[in-house]
């Protein structure tokens, strides 16, 4: 085991043990649970307790996570149906634990099938539809590339990813809608458990924004083609959500574009061990990606989307 995970399962531990109802999960058996570049996260079986504990690191927030926003919204994810039941959500010791989803067996990568991409559209128009607690933080995409932005070294940023951002942030124009959103669909963020159920975890980005970025977040995570970003689209509308596909297409790029500036904000702040050769391929592939696609995706939505219409 890596140092670090060393250095987190105890102070871990010394979190879990400092609560009646997670003391006994202290002296249990932890399992790492892989797939996060931003939190250390285990499965802890002790005797009648199936338990998965996330411990967040140091210096999320400078990223655009929120405990203290997610200690607030979990509960209400919970009664919904939309995430696990919560045992103890602590942000000053940056510790969460929830029940332990058992999964069915699969790749991935099955998060783009048809079948998960209706579900999810489902998923995401119910979480859009429920009244959030008063207080919560706004997450605004144009302000977070620019705070994400602002933060990098010189020799980091590329002024022409930035100008292209500018302007499709313009065309999609102030929150449209605010709606709860998460933020951060990805396939190791959907647990499919053995019944069947699609869940929702890891929260910590969520609070009040536009949805159309919780569909951009799924497109583009699930690196979902454009016939099946129409189908969620579709599927969004079909059950009561607003959606256009050619702002989603504006979104999907600006969503990547926030994605890499967090990547290379964690690769600037990565020690050595920390993950960092992962997040520097992550970072590369999203800006030869963005590359690409940004002449397209301005040209395209030319004469399709006017966000003052």
């Known amino acids: 085991m890596r140092p670090e995970w060393q250095e987190a399962e105890r102070a871990a531990r010394a979190a879990l043990a400092t609560h009646a109802a997670t003391a006994v999960l202290a002296v249990a058996t932890f399992e790492p649970v892989a797939g996060s570049l931003s939190n250390f996260a285990w499965h802890v079986s002790a005797p009648g307790q199936?338990?998965?504990?996330?411990?967040?690191?140091?210096?999320?927030?400078?990223?655009?996570?929120?405990?203290?926003?997610?200690?607030?919204?979990?509960?209400?994810?919970?009664?919904?149906?939309?995430?696990?039941?919560?045992?103890?959500?602590?942000?000053?010791?940056?510790?969460?634990?929830?029940?332990?989803?058992?999964?069915?067996?699969?790749?991935?990568?099955?998060?783009?099938?048809?079948?998960?991409?209706?579900?999810?559209?489902?998923?995401?128009?119910?979480?859009?539809?429920?009244?959030?607690?008063?207080?919560?933080?706004?997450?605004?995409?144009?302000?977070?590339?620019?705070?994400?932005?602002?933060?990098?070294?010189?020799?980091?940023?590329?002024?022409?990813?930035?100008?292209?951002?500018?302007?499709?942030?313009?065309?999609?124009?102030?929150?449209?809608?605010?709606?709860?959103?998460?933020?951060?669909?990805?396939?190791?963020?959907l647990v499919t458990d053995r019944?069947?159920?699609?869940?929702?975890?890891?929260?910590?980005?969520?609070?009040?924004?536009?949805?159309?970025f919780d569909l951009a977040s799924c497109a583009s995570q699930l690196e979902l083609s454009a016939a099946r970003a129409g189908l969620l689209c579709d599927e969004y509308v079909r059950v009561g959500g607003t959606a256009e596909l050619s702002r989603l297409d504006l979104a999907r790029w600006a969503f990547d574009y926030v994605q890499w500036l967090w990547y290379r904000g964690l690769l600037a702040a990565a020690a050595p061990g920390r993950d960092g050769f992962e997040a520097a391929q992550r970072a590369e592939r999203i800006e030869c990606d963005l590359q690409m696609r940004a002449s397209g995706v301005l040209r395209c939505n030319n004469h399709r989307f006017d966000h003052n219409d």
């Open 195 to 212: 019944a069947g159920r699609l869940w929702l975890v890891d929260w910590e980005y969520a609070g009040l924004g536009d949805p159309v």
């Open 50 to 189: 199936d338990r998965f504990v996330r411990y967040a690191r140091a210096g999320n927030e400078q990223l655009g996570a929120d405990l203290h926003a997610e200690s607030e919204l979990r509960h209400l994810v919970a009664r919904a149906g939309l995430a696990p039941r919560v045992v103890r959500c602590d942000p000053s010791a940056r510790l969460l634990v929830t029940q332990w989803l058992a999964s069915a067996k699969g790749d991935p990568s099955a998060g783009g099938c048809d079948r998960t991409i209706r579900q999810v559209a489902a998923m995401l128009c119910q979480l859009h539809e429920l009244t959030p607690p008063a207080g919560v933080r706004v997450v605004d995409f144009a302000v977070q590339a620019r705070r994400l932005g602002a933060a990098l070294p010189a020799e980091a940023v590329r002024p022409a990813l930035a100008a292209c951002a500018e302007e499709v942030l313009s065309r999609l124009g102030p929150v449209h809608a605010q709606a709860l959103c998460h933020h951060d669909v990805h396939a190791q963020n």
